[in-house]
């Protein structure tokens, strides 16, 4: 297993090296990221289990894993079947609907312990039926909107019907209830005051399940934004937080991460400064994603690193234009940046590669395996 | 070089086969979008070089150039790489800075001509000494800005400067000029007159390049939106679109198309009903991306191509949200739907391969040939 820490190098690169546009991981950051959240986890005592939505890619997983993770969380089949090499305990934390999906968390390696998140009656039948068929036991956990609105059951007592349901489709095992708290940034000041709500909520859930027959053994939430702080909510046994790796300017304006905590950046060329007022870089909606910042205000779809007044304020598929009307700075055509985005989950999905660099050095490049869908 | 009209048929997979979320092109509406435009630029005269960005693909490369394209049009030294196997002809329309880029370039197969545009002296002195390296003629146009305000230089004045400057640096050619008209939306009535002065600016650019003794041959120009009125534009002799193979919501929404010319959709599945209002499926921004509709107004980041009024709402990564309030339709986890993205380039860039279909049958499976960077 790669030590991020301790990697022998080869003759080396520079990041002038590197064609642009591409990802960059700075290595330092990465490390200190993957302990502080291994570290926050052991001493509240919580389970964690990284989301790989974020980095994608087993090198990462396999470091969390070796800090201590108790498993990984997966949203798609392909990231189930790359971890599953990583780790013997995945997580989909999405419902397995449609024959394809079932058939391939079926098809896993036995000796991984696969659970399922979920939250209707017919995502139970349709697992149930993969799992008889496959001669497998899955566990179920079941998935409760509390207040991000996306997924999950609206209720505590609809919660208990899909429980018992579970109960009744073996070789299905009722194993406990999820919830993403993607909605709530404590850090921000109109958000003060969900935590507590948030808390009540999971003691009520908990309490329902308990009285019913059904205490559940896992009790999963947890968000990198809400990471530092989901120990204040009783009965949580288990996070999930992806960005926290990386982390991205969404997470550093949320306070969830200082600006000195990213690791990730996009490497780019400045290619025209033609039109007054602005540069335009390289690095469009192919290379950045086009996310708004989550939960927090915000201009434009990132920021330079060096210079965060400095945003990509437009964009084409390939152009990314830094508005320049808030600085000083006047960059050349052939200048490089490098750009902090909004939501680094996005922007990894849109690359094939990696590099991981320490200061000017590009140490190592590793694949985004678990990118795209295919088996 | 494959027809799309009259594919050999091996036994056949259903819509009902493949796995969810993916992209779906309707081979009869490609096959029509291919042909209306070869036909519009026949009847006008106009040189089509169609920007590739778009489908990504060899194969329909192919039908473009069958179809008489003169060209085609690349953004990336991926994309120029790719298509240099199907066309002779090739335009990186996007400055070759950085000497990554620049290699990539040189090093093309040496009986493809390729053409430039830039709009800096930077670019042209770093474009020289690659070709000198190379011993290799490389045309040159230069960009011109006409309103979108994205790159290309800001008066006819500059643009014979930066003329001037190839024609002193060979073995670069100057070949003519360039721009992008993609603010423009002509058939959306706010936009109306922008083509009058657009014919107007591209007058006095040619006047000024011929009267300084270095007449255009090439003015290429011409979005998808405006393909159907570039020829209202006099001096124009090549046009880019890219978009018009498939055509997306936007295209459909500003009347560059019907709604029953595109041919693009991603197929997905209902994965969640549980939250009130609202259905989600497997289809977020990493299959969507997360393109807001571009020169007109509409919301959401996608509608069903079965149900329009039915939008894709909001999202996260792996899901889409859609907004039930403006129908009777109630879906079933479970249940399959077709989306039309806001901006198909973008979705195109996020899959690694295409299933062809006609009606409810699965006729070929193509891969996203020149996707992603590497060579």
Redesign the interface.
């Given at each position: 297993m790669l030590s991020f820490r301790h990697q022998a190098s080869a003759p080396r690169a520079t990041l002038d090296d590197?064609?642009?546009?591409?990802a960059l991981v700075d290595l330092d950051r990465l490390s200190a990221n993957l302990d502080a959240m291994a570290s926050y986890t052991v001493v509240h005592g919580l389970a964690l289990r990284p989301h790989v939505?974020t980095h994608k890619s087993p090198r990462i997983a396999a470091e969390q894993m070796r800090l201590g993770a108790a498993g990984l969380t997966c949203?798609?089949?392909r990231e189930l079947e790359v971890m599953s090499e990583v780790s013997g305990d995945l997580l989909l934390a999405?419902?397995a609907?449609?024959s394809?999906?079932v058939k391939r968390v079926m098809e896993l390696p036995r000796e991984v312990r696969v659970s399922v998140g979920l939250?209707?009656m017919?995502?139970i039948d349709?697992l149930a039926a993969g799992a008889r068929a496959a001669d497998r036991d899955v566990d179920v956990l079941i998935?409760v909107?509390l207040g991000m609105?996306?997924?999950?059951?609206?209720s505590a007592e609809?919660a208990l019907a899909l429980a018992m349901h579970v109960r009744a489709s073996a070789p299905l095992r009722f194993a406990g209830v999820m919830f993403y708290p993607?909605h709530i940034r404590e850090h921000v000041s109109e958000h003060h005051g969900k935590l507590t709500q948030l808390a009540s909520d999971v003691q009520h859930l908990i309490r329902v399940l308990r009285d019913a027959g059904l205490p559940p053994r896992v009790v999963s939430g947890g968000s990198t934004p809400l990471a530092w702080r989901i120990h204040e909510v009783p009965g949580v046994t288990e996070v999930r937080p992806g960005t926290y790796v990386y982390n991205d300017r969404t997470t550093a304006e949320i306070g969830s991460c200082s600006w000195d905590d990213i690791a990730f950046t996009v490497l780019g060329?400045?290619?025209?400064?033609?039109?007054?007022g602005q540069a335009?870089v390289?690095c469009g909606?192919?290379a950045l994603?086009?996310?708004?910042m989550r939960g927090v205000a915000g201009e434009g779809f990132g920021a330079l690193f060096d210079r965060p007044e400095v945003v990509v304020a437009?964009m084409?598929?390939?152009?990314g234009?830094l508005d320049l009307s808030n600085t000083d700075w006047r960059p050349?055509?052939?200048d490089r940046v490098r750009i902090v985005p909004n939501h680094v989950?996005?922007v990894v999905?849109?690359n094939?590669?990696i590099h991981g660099v320490r200061g000017n050095q590009v140490e190592t490049t590793w694949p985004v395996s678990a990118r795209?869908?295919?088996p």
């Amino acid at each position: 297993m790669l030590s991020f820490r301790h990697q022998a190098s080869a003759p080396r690169a520079t990041l002038d090296d590197l064609e642009t546009p591409c990802a960059l991981v700075d290595l330092d950051r990465l490390s200190a990221n993957l302990d502080a959240m291994a570290s926050y986890t052991v001493v509240h005592g919580l389970a964690l289990r990284p989301h790989v939505k974020t980095h994608k890619s087993p090198r990462i997983a396999a470091e969390q894993m070796r800090l201590g993770a108790a498993g990984l969380t997966c949203a798609t089949p392909r990231e189930l079947e790359v971890m599953s090499e990583v780790s013997g305990d995945l997580l989909l934390a999405y419902p397995a609907i449609g024959s394809a999906r079932v058939k391939r968390v079926m098809e896993l390696p036995r000796e991984v312990r696969v659970s399922v998140g979920l939250d209707s009656m017919i995502a139970i039948d349709e697992l149930a039926a993969g799992a008889r068929a496959a001669d497998r036991d899955v566990d179920v956990l079941i998935e409760v909107d509390l207040g991000m609105h996306r997924v999950g059951v609206q209720s505590a007592e609809e919660a208990l019907a899909l429980a018992m349901h579970v109960r009744a489709s073996a070789p299905l095992r009722f194993a406990g209830v999820m919830f993403y708290p993607g909605h709530i940034r404590e850090h921000v000041s109109e958000h003060h005051g969900k935590l507590t709500q948030l808390a009540s909520d999971v003691q009520h859930l908990i309490r329902v399940l308990r009285d019913a027959g059904l205490p559940p053994r896992v009790v999963s939430g947890g968000s990198t934004p809400l990471a530092w702080r989901i120990h204040e909510v009783p009965g949580v046994t288990e996070v999930r937080p992806g960005t926290y790796v990386y982390n991205d300017r969404t997470t550093a304006e949320i306070g969830s991460c200082s600006w000195d905590d990213i690791a990730f950046t996009v490497l780019g060329t400045v290619v025209s400064t033609a039109v007054p007022g602005q540069a335009v870089v390289d690095c469009g909606a192919k290379a950045l994603g086009r996310e708004p910042m989550r939960g927090v205000a915000g201009e434009g779809f990132g920021a330079l690193f060096d210079r965060p007044e400095v945003v990509v304020a437009r964009m084409s598929e390939e152009h990314g234009i830094l508005d320049l009307s808030n600085t000083d700075w006047r960059p050349r055509v052939g200048d490089r940046v490098r750009i902090v985005p909004n939501h680094v989950c996005i922007v990894v999905h849109l690359n094939d590669v990696i590099h991981g660099v320490r200061g000017n050095q590009v140490e190592t490049t590793w694949p985004v395996s678990a990118r795209g869908r295919q088996p």
